[in-house]
């Protein structure tokens, strides 16, 4: 119910900021925002995607909890697709995603108050797998037979 909300109203959100936009600074300006802030959009994307990245590959090196990186790939990605989503609305959220420091922000509230269990036993499971013996072996396929 809550997502068939969301779907109804960004775009009458959408719909009723390009009226009053387009109503101020007329149409070819309102579209050539629309279109800059796309470009903007998938250029900060591109810049700061391979950024989080590193930082994945650090974190996951040094044996620690990866779910910050992670979840700022992922809202790298969501804030350049909603750059790329022709709107007012979703632009500004867009541009809050790919700014390091609300995007900071809203991963690490996400954490704290939905994930936290999830990151806690995700940095337990880490430093558990370390103590435990490695054993060695060989496998072989047996191919079953068919009557």
Not at 52 to 78: E, G, W
Not at 122 to 142: H, M, P, Q, R, W
């Amino acid at each position: 119910m809550k997502l068939f909300l969301l779907f109804l109203l960004v775009p009458l959100i959408e719909i009723a900021l390009f009226i009053q936009v387009g109503g101020l600074i007329g149409l070819f300006p309102t579209l050539a925002i629309i279109i800059i802030t796309a470009l903007l959009g998938a250029g900060l994307a591109r810049t700061q995607f391979p950024l989080v990245i590193d930082k994945i590959r650090d974190t996951v090196s040094h044996i620690k909890d990866p779910m910050n990186p992670i979840l700022q790939a992922i809202a790298i990605f969501a804030g350049g697709l909603l750059l790329l989503t022709p709107g007012f609305f979703t632009d500004t959220i867009g541009f809050l995603l790919l700014i390091p420091q609300t995007r900071e922000f809203l991963v690490t509230f996400f954490i704290t108050h939905f994930a936290g269990n999830f990151s806690s036993h995700a940095e337990y499971s880490f430093k558990t797998n370390l103590d435990e013996d490695i054993i060695e072996g060989n496998s072989t396929e047996v191919e079953s037979e068919k009557n």
